[in-house]
């Protein structure tokens, strides 16, 4: 069982920047791949990144890519993900999760432990 908890969102102007973290409790932290999603209103889950569990590969939705950076600290048990550039389209409630697999994918049911969501509101 793995116990995540998702913070550091809020309410930021285009082209701001955040900080989201997720702090993972319960199974080892450092033995799970993990990744960010992101849901806006009306819409389906998305993926956003993942990062493999020594933290040297990630891999970033097209729609983030350049602006958001994926890290983590094992010896925390905590995972970032920097934001930059930030634009009204990136608002959405961002969750964090851990895979099932090493190398994880883009596709939800790759994941199964989730956090229960931080707010990111982007304004114009």
């Known amino acids: 069982q793995v116990q995540l908890v998702e913070s550091g969102g809020g309410l930021v102007q285009a082209g701001g920047s955040l900080r989201l973290s997720c702090a993972a409790s319960g199974r080892t932290f450092s033995s799970c791949a993990m990744g960010w999603f992101r849901q806006a209103p009306g819409k389906e889950r998305e993926f956003v990144a993942w990062?493999?569990?020594?933290?040297?590969?990630?891999y970033y939705a097209d729609s983030v890519k350049g602006r958001f950076t994926i890290s983590r600290d094992n010896a925390k048990n905590t995972m970032y993900l920097q934001m930059n550039s930030l634009k009204p389209e990136d608002t959405a409630v961002y969750y964090c999760a851990t895979a099932r697999a090493p190398i994880p994918t883009m596709n939800r049911i790759g994941y199964n432990y989730w956090g229960q969501g931080t707010q990111v509101t982007v304004s114009s």
């Open positions: 990062i493999s569990v020594s933290g040297g590969i990630t």
